[in-house]
């Protein structure tokens, strides 16, 4: 195997392990032979063939030991002494030399749901952020070696990736530009927000071998010492935008009628007059309550 600088990350080296079924039978037949010949011996035995009994037996023993299971998704990392000597990923029962130490790492997915996390946005604002993620450990070496404990390394860098997620975006406001990319926010840009976590994670989470399947907001919303302030602003924005439509509807519709009415000849009416109809027409559409008619008895201009 070559030697790694100690500067640089661990690269995952691949481990050819052997079956461990004929390897069981061996041990086995090995060990029942030994024990058979202690108990019939022929003759009185020897010291020699006493030793290459206790041999046999300990080799027999020694079979036996190099077994062990891999389930699917899951790799063994092999030491000798301290030294990394690779990485395996067969599945079943396999066997490997006795010395060697196996540690097992899950290759399954794993998620991980952050507490709310309390932060200022991009403008300041303290919003309440929480996120999902699913993660996998990639290179079983790395995530063993490179750090002492990559579910704390995971949930460590998740959580400071979402606290720089927040505060390079706006709350909300579609006119805000977050990150070079206009109208991009926590609120309205969710495909977006979710795919950059994924990509700050995955920057955090290279040095331990671990990658990101998938990344998503699950909680998002302003600290409760300003909700109430930012509820009634947002229901005002509501209110202004729905009166911009109506006004602009209105205005369409009184062109639209003095327009029909001077195409057909049906009444003519000079500027003064024209007025009082737009006027009286802009507060019917545009009221927010039912307008209550006055019927004219006299002429037009009495």
Known sequence: MPRQNSHS?????????????PMTVT???VIALTLYSFFNPPQLPNVLTILARIVLLLSGTLLLLGLYMLHPKQAALLLLFGAYRGTDRAEGLRWANPFYRVRKVSLRA????????KVNDKRGNPIEIAAAIVWRVHDAARATFEVESYQDYVRIQSEAAIRHLASSY???????????RPGITLRSGIQEVGAALAHAL??????AGIRVEDAKLTHLAYA???????LRRQQAEAIIAARQKIVTGAVTMVEMALQALSERNVIHLDDERKAAMVS?????????????????AGTLYT
Do not use: K
Not at 9 to 21: D, I, K, R, T
């Open 9 to 21: 990350p661990l690269a995952e080296v691949p481990f050819q392990s052997l079956n461990g079924y």
């Open 27 to 29: 041990g086995l037949l």
């Open 110 to 117: 794993h998620s991980f749901n952050s507490e709310q996390i």
């Open 170 to 180: 706006a709350y909300d406001d579609a006119d805000e530009t977050a990150n070079g």
């Open 202 to 207: 995955q920057e955090r989470f290279d040095l």
């Open 224 to 230: 409760p010492e300003i909700a109430g302030v930012m």
């Open 280 to 296: 009286n027409l802009m507060v019917v559409l545009c009221a927010d309550r039912e307008v209550q008619p006055i019927v004219n």
